[in-house]
């Protein structure tokens, strides 16, 4: 039996329709039934929360793999399921981290991941990490000022990045859940093309047929704005300004290719992610 955190997030949610096609024994956790309404009918349903550590034994009962996912900056939530996962006798556990999980010193925007990875292996349970890189859903975040001003904010400048589709990050979890051989194992994750932020934001243009203006972020809080329109807490704020400055040292953009090797394929690119995702990039009021 696997069981599943954060199924109702954009990685959760592919990874359920990965395991579902697959025919997969599998359970999802979540806290509010509502949100997997439209989530396959064969997920086992547990409610349960991860800040509640005496929800979590149904939930883990019989479950001999995890797929371990916690948002946010703190690491309660993933010890709480690491301890569970240990009482239940759970066999495997595989960890959602964050390549930005390396260093010394590790970056802010990676220190709880890298907390979380040094809890899941001071645990003893077999695990496979994996480290994606930046999503290209988090372009998504730069909707709300193409719809209200027409531009985005470009925080990073000469910067580039490979970003990852997370359908491709369910597919590389749904092969190391279901198949032997990756326990000790960290894959880094990304796509395949290293991009500016100015050539993600000309693919959108060109997928939803209209201009696009890319302002530089001109101050500390237009560079956290350009993430989090509505800011961020201070620890948060000051990660993101981290690694906006060492993005955008990055002029070639960290690529591997850990995804072809292990589904003897290609990433998808992110003109198929925007291709994909047209009606979410565009306007309220246009149509195709």
């Keep these: 039996m696997i069981l599943v955190t954060g199924a109702t997030g954009r990685i959760g949610r592919e990874l359920v329709r990965e395991l579902d096609a697959g025919n997969a024994e599998f359970r999802i956790l979540i ?24 929800t979590l034994t ?14 946010g900056i703190g690491i309660d939530q993933a010890a709480n399921a690491i301890t569970a996962a240990r009482a239940a006798g759970v066999r495997h556990i595989v960890l959602l981290s964050s390549i930005w999980a390396f260093g010394d010193p590790v970056p802010a925007m990676g220190r709880w991941h890298y907390e979380r990875e040094q809890l899941l292996r001071m645990s003893g349970i077999p695990a496979t990490i994996l480290r994606p890189g930046g999503f290209t859903t988090n372009a998504l975040e730069w909707v709300p000022s193409i719809r209200k001003e027409g531009f985005v904010l470009d925080a990073i400048g000469p910067g580039r990045a490979a970003p990852i589709d997370p359908a491709d990050i369910a597919a590389v979890a749904r092969l190391v859940l279901t198949e032997d051989g990756h326990d000790g194992q960290t894959y880094i994750l990304t796509g395949d093309e290293a991009l500016t932020i100015a050539e993600q934001v000309e693919i959108i243009a060109a997928t939803i047929g209209r201009d696009i203006e890319v302002r530089a972020a001109a101050s500390p809080e237009e560079i956290v704005r350009s993430r ?11 990660a993101i300004l981290e690694g906006a400055a060492i993005m955008r040292a990055d002029t ?23 291709a994909r995702n047209a009606d979410a990039l565009r306007l309220d009021n246009e149509t195709e």
Excluded at 252 to 267: K, W
């Design 252 to 274: 070639t953009g960290v690529r591997t290719d850990t995804v072809r090797r292990l589904l003897g394929r290609r990433p998808r690119t992110f003109a198929e992610w925007c």
């Design 31 to 54: 806290r509010d039934p509502t949100r997997a309404a439209d989530l396959p009918a064969r997920a086992e349903r547990m409610v349960g929360d991860l800040d509640k550590p005496a």
């Design 228 to 238: 989090y329109p509505d800011g961020a807490p201070k620890p948060l704020a000051d």
């Design 58 to 71: 149904p939930a883990f009962d019989g479950v001999d793999r995890l797929f371990l996912l916690t948002p």
